[in-house]
């Protein structure tokens, strides 16, 4: 059945000395029958049964079984023969101490792929004589039980061959012989191959006896031919399952769990600070500029400028008749020029001494020129009546709120705020300078239009304490409407600029243009697009109404954030490596002697590995649900820190599916990297060297 033949192993110590372990082994073992390995410590007892048990390789020589030569075996053979023909009986035991006997003796029957019945179990612990222990926990056993629960073990699967490697040295002579007195019945039905340096027990219950002396056998032994077809082909049984495996992982979770939670702690720290950092990297300017205007619903008016953008910064530049009609002509838009003019002070008291007053439109934006049919399709409402000569003039409901609140004082007429009315303001005159004229040019307010401007929402800021940063959120908000919109114009009848100032001249170009808001994102992202699309680098065509006065310096702080975001990143990353590379160390380190226990019972590296790094698999995913909630926390934190140092709406960062994703992806790839190495480190090893290896 078993023959080995000029068997010789050799190996180096640590200090690289080369130790003859065996020289030249012949034996012969039948199908059944009790065979002892005799001999001294050091004489080459446990090697040699490393060998024949598939669990170690030697150096020269053959071992054939059922006429198959194990030179001939791959990872996967071994795998099969230690799976099925072979049960291990250690000395130490080597049971799982986080199974009970009837989970430790059903393990061999897992790692076939299939599930061991209660009655299968009962049956095989009746014949060590433990069957009352079924489910006693291997920390209440004693010695002698521990070895029982090790023999039950190898025999659940109907093995070949029993091996047992000084399956007594650890128990007192009463219990000895009852272990012997078990493999000696047991040997009826196996090959029991056993290694002891007791002669008086090799004597006493051994058939044959192989007498080892210094890595050499004492007696001669002839080795019979083995005839071709007397060859047996190995059964490849299936091995446990990935989710088997990890149940069996899950275990080890138990075994300290203050360690367990602290790591789940810094890992869901680490994750959430990756996932914030690339989501501070993944910022849109598109995305910004458009959710800007959706989140005010569309109600802002559609204003486009031209800036020139080089080394000194940003600077206006005008936009031509001729680019006014063809962008009208592209987008099938009527798009109206807005030419920048300039008021002449007209308050009770100073600009000066109201220059905190940040919701007073002391300054008009621009002036634009319409007629009536296009002020009631923007659905303005007029009091007062339409400019019938060039000198007349409308303002916005949002100007005549800055009259009742700092007066009017103009030509030697002089009135207090609380006696401003609409019907009081109507013929009164304002003085406006157009670009690049130094003569201002009176004109008559003849009408107030209401734009819907809602400014009693803003009204705290007509108490806006520079020193203070009360209101400092909604002062930035209301400057888009002193800044570019329907709200901070003045209009004139068509044709009135080119009439009353000298200097105006429609071919240098508009200010800005403005139309009303398409009411879809859709429409407004095929604007913004365009305007792209005929932008270059220094000369950029941008919506202006966006609900971010300041896009420029906003733009600036987004990129530095996602430089330092990216830095921080790598430092989660790398983090997160080392912490669970620690983690899994620290594990496999403690259980590299049940990683060479399981190797031995037949458990393929595949089992190995999914079994022993399922603790980071399921560190990581507990850490990923939390770092989902972390993550989103930490992002809407800093769009609301955002919001109210840039006095914005919008919501810049998004922790999305496509960020988790991609956390997804480096957490899977962090727990591979930090699982693989200690892992298949452990896992190339034979099974001889991980059940020998120390734990540091």
């Not at 000084?166 to 019945?185: M, N, R």
């Amino acid at each position: 059945m078993l023959q080995l033949r000029k068997i010789t192993k050799e190996y180096k110590t640590k200090q690289k000395t080369k130790v003859q372990a065996l020289t030249d082994i012949n034996y012969e073992f039948k199908e059944k029958g009790f065979y002892a390995i005799l001999g001294k410590s050091g004489s080459g007892k446990t090697t040699l049964l490393n060998i024949i048990a598939g669990l170690d390789k030697p150096t020269s020589g053959e071992v054939i079984f059922e006429g198959q030569a194990f030179s001939s075996f791959k990872g996967k053979d071994f795998d099969a023969y230690r799976n099925t023909c072979v049960g291990f009986v250690f000395q130490e035991f080597n049971l799982l101490e986080n199974l009970n006997v009837y989970k430790n003796v059903s393990l061999a029957l897992e790692l076939q792929g299939r599930k061991a019945t209660e009655a299968e179990i009962i049956e095989v612990l009746r014949k060590v004589g433990i069957e009352d222990l079924i489910y006693r926990n291997i920390y209440e056993l004693s010695g002698g039980q521990k070895q029982r629960v090790a023999i039950a073990r190898a025999l659940i699967k109907k093995p070949r061959i029993i091996i047992a490697d000084e399956p007594t040295g650890s128990l007192d002579q009463e219990i000895a012989v009852e272990i012997f007195e078990i493999l000696k019945e047991l040997s009826k039905e196996y090959l029991v191959i056993l290694v002891t340096h007791n002669e008086e027990y090799a004597e006493t219950y051994a058939e044959q006896i192989l007498h080892l002396a210094e890595g050499r056998q004492k007696e001669e032994v002839s080795l019979e031919e083995i005839e071709e077809e007397n060859r047996v082909e190995l059964e490849y049984k299936k091995s446990l399952s990935i989710f088997a495996s990890l149940k069996m992982g899950f275990t080890n979770l138990r075994i300290n769990v203050v360690r367990l939670v602290i790591c789940i702690i810094l890992s869901t720290i680490s994750f959430s600070c990756f996932g914030f950092c690339i989501t501070v990297s993944s910022y849109s300017e598109r995305e910004i500029a458009l959710n800007s205007i959706v989140v005010d619903d569309y109600i802002n008016p559609n204003v486009i400028a031209n800036w020139d953008v080089g080394e000194n910064g940003r600077n206006s530049l005008p936009i031509t008749k001729e680019k006014l009609q063809k962008i009208n002509n592209d987008l099938q838009k009527n798009y109206k020029g807005i030419s920048q003019v300039y008021a002449k002070s007209c308050f009770l008291k100073s600009v000066f001494e109201h220059n905190n007053d940040q919701l007073s439109l002391i300054n008009p934006c621009g002036g634009l020129e319409v007629n009536e049919e296009y002020l009631t399709k923007l659905g303005f409402s007029l009091y007062g009546n339409f400019p019938q000569v060039e000198d007349e003039i409308i303002i916005t409901e949002y100007y005549y709120h800055t009259f009742t609140r700092l007066g009017y004082k103009e030509d030697s007429i002089e009135i207090p705020q609380e006696k401003i009315t609409k019907d009081i303001l109507l013929g009164k005159p304002i003085y406006l300078s157009g670009f690049k004229s130094e003569n201002p040019k009176k004109f008559k307010i003849c009408g107030i239009i209401d734009t819907g401007f809602d400014v009693k929402q803003y009204d705290a800021l007509s108490r806006y304490d520079v020193n203070s940063k009360t209101y400092a959120h909604d002062f930035n908000l209301v400057q888009q409407y002193k800044n570019a919109s329907y709200h901070s114009l003045v209009y004139l009848k068509e044709g009135a600029l080119k009439a009353c100032f000298e200097h105006y001249d429609e071919t240098n170009g508009y200010t800005y243009i403005i139309d009303e808001m398409p009411k879809n994102k859709e429409k407004v992202a095929e604007i913004y697009d365009y305007l792209n699309d005929i932008s270059s680098l220094n000369n950029r065509y941008v919506f202006c109404t966006q609900l971010i006065p300041n896009i420029n310096d906003l733009i600036v702080k987004l990129k530095l954030y996602q430089f330092v975001s990216g830095i921080l990143g790598g430092i989660a990353s790398i983090f997160s490596v080392c912490l669970l590379y620690s983690l899994l160390s620290f594990t496999i380190e403690n259980k590299k002697k049940e990683m060479g226990v399981l190797r031995a019972l037949g458990a393929k590296a595949r089992t190995i590995f999914v079994m022993f790094s399922s603790e980071g698999i399921y560190v990581n995913f507990v850490s990923l649900i939390l770092a989902y909630l972390g993550s989103s926390l930490i992002v809407l934190y800093f769009n609301h820190f955002l919001k109210y140092q840039n006095g914005i709406r919008v919501e810049i960062y998004h922790f999305n599916v496509v960020q988790y994703l991609i956390l997804l992806g480096v957490a899977i790839a962090v727990t591979i990297l930090a699982i693989a190495v200690p892992v298949i480190k452990v896992v190339r090893k034979s099974p001889a060297e991980a059940i020998r290896m120390e734990i540091k």
